[in-house]
């Protein structure tokens, strides 16, 4: 006999009761730019969420462009885009760059250069590149 798995389906109409956990207001920021998260109420004197929408279809969708950015996509090319997409800056320089993830300059160049042919990030003029 094989293991059995517990299968669970979410809908619209579930109900999910998330206790204890903290994110920072950099994941939550990043959460509510890309649609995922939605905030109803909260308390004024501690800021938190009492009443939130969490779009669980939306995140399987980032989830499911992260996977196959790992199988297609170069370390560096993962580091620089997750930079661009977890900051609040759409423009940085190769130095920038360098300095946040700690890659080589001449690594970071590359991966610069392959991400702006494909079509992930924009060159904005020499050494300047917009997400």
Partial sequence: MGDTVDRYQITETTDIDIQEGNITAEEK???????????HAYTTDTGEVTDAELDVEKLSEIAFEYDILRKV???????????FRDGSNDTLTTDEITEYTGRPKSSVSRALSRLSEKGKITKVQAGVYRY
């Fill in 73 to 83: 996509a170069s370390p560096v090319e993962i580091d620089i885009l997750s930079l």
């Fill in 29 to 39: 920021n990043w959460l509510k730019r890309n649609g995922v998260l939605r905030i």
